[in-house]
C-alpha cells in the first residue's frame, strides 16, 4: 500500500505531464471566493477528479479544480474550491493538495476563507488578515506515522502565518484604503453553524473571526517549510447576544462583493513577491 508521500509523487508527477510544472504561488480560493481565479490568464485547467488520489469537493461553491497560469507576472497554480473536515474528510486527505502543490515547486501559499466575525469591533463586508488560529477541527493533518521527507514530527508554530507576506498585505491595504482587520481565526468542524453559547465560548478564548478551514492547510504548510498566509472575508456577524439567522445564500453575496477587495491586496502582493 502506498504512503501519503508516495501518494503525493504519483499526483505530482500526473500535474508535471499535464505542464503544470513551474508555478512560484499556490493560492487556495474559500467559499465564494472564486472572483482571483479569473484573474488568472490561465495555461491549464485540470478537474479534481482527474488527479491521482484527490480528494472532490462536494460543496456547491467550490468549483474543484486546479487552475495554472499567470498572475501579476508570476506562474501561479490556485485550487478553486478546497476540502473541509465536514465533508467527511480526513486531515490528511484536506491537506493533501497542499502537499502536492509543494513538491510541484510552490514557495509561497495564500489562503482565503469565508468567516464569521465575532469581534463585536469588525463588520461583515470587511477583511481581517489571520495573525493566529486557535484550532478546534477535531483532527490534526500531522497525524499518523510522520514521514521525514514532507517535515519533522514535531513543527514550530510560533509563528504560523508568515510575518513578512502579513506586514506587505498591511501595507497594500493602506495604501489602497482598503479596511483590513488582524485577528485569531478559530475553525470548528462545522457543518452547521454556531450557537449563541458556542459564540460566547469563542470569543471567551480569544477568537476574531470563525470559520470552518484553513489551519490544516496551514499547519502543514509549515510542517512542510512553506510560508503561508491567510485573510478571512467576513460574511456574517456572530453577536451571541443578537443573534440572526443567516443563509448560506446571505453569506455567499457578501463575500461575492466584499472579495473585490481581497482580489486587489493579493494581485499586489503577488507582484511583490
Known amino acids: 500500500m502506498e504512503n501519503l508521500y508516495e501518494k503525493a509523487v504519483e499526483a505530482c508527477d500526473f500535474l508535471k505531464s499535464k505542464g503544470l510544472d513551474s ?38 461553491s467550490h468549483s474543484g479544480q486546479l487552475i ?25 486527505q484536506i491537506t493533501f493538495p497542499i502537499r502536492v502543490m509543494k513538491l510541484l515547486g510552490i514557495e509561497k501559499l495564500l489562503v ?3 468567516a464569521g466575525t465575532v469581534n463585536p469591533n469588525f463588520k461583515k463586508g470587511e477583511l481581517m488578515l489571520i495573525d493566529d488560529h486557535i484550532n ?18 514535531f513543527p514550530d508554530m510560533s509563528q504560523p502565518y508568515d510575518k513578512e507576506m502579513n506586514q506587505m ?18 475553525p470548528v468542524a462545522g457543518p452547521n453553524l454556531e450557537t449563541r453559547a458556542e459564540y460566547r465560548y469563542l470569543r471567551g478564548i480569544g477568537t476574531d473571526a470563525v470559520g470552518m478551514s484553513t489551519a490544516p492547510e496551514v499547519i ?54
Open 169 to 186: 498585505i498591511k501595507a497594500i491595504a493602506a495604501e489602497k484604503g482598503i479596511t483590513i482587520h488582524e485577528g485569531v481565526y478559530t
Open 23 to 60: 508555478a512560484t504561488i499556490g493560492i487556495v480560493l474559500g467559499t465564494g471566493l472564486g472572483k482571483l481565479a479569473e484573474q488568472i490568464d490561465a495555461e491549464k485547467k485540470v478537474s479534481y477528479s482527474d488527479i491521482p488520489h484527490f480528494p472532490v469537493s462536494t460543496v456547491e
Open 68 to 92: 495554472y497560469g499567470n498572475l501579476e507576472g508570476k506562474k501561479v497554480l490556485a485550487m478553486q474550491g478546497r476540502f473541509h473536515y465536514y465533508e467527511g474528510y480526513s486531515g490528511a
Open 136 to 153: 478546534m477541527i477535531p483532527d490534526n493533518p500531522l497525524r499518523g506515522e510522520n514521514d521525514e521527507r514532507f517535515g519533522p514530527r
Open 112 to 114: 482565503s476563507n469565508a
Open 220 to 273: 502543514v504548510a509549515n510542517h512542510m517549510g512553506l510560508p503561508a498566509c491567510a485573510i478571512s472575508v467576513l460574511t456574517d456577524e456572530c453577536d451571541p447576544d443578537n443573534l440572526q439567522p443567516v443563509s448560506i445564500a446571505e453569506i455567499l453575496e457578501i463575500a461575492g462583493r466584499a472579495e473585490k477587495d481581497l482580489t486587489k491586496i493579493y494581485m499586489e502582493l503577488i507582484k511583490q513577491i
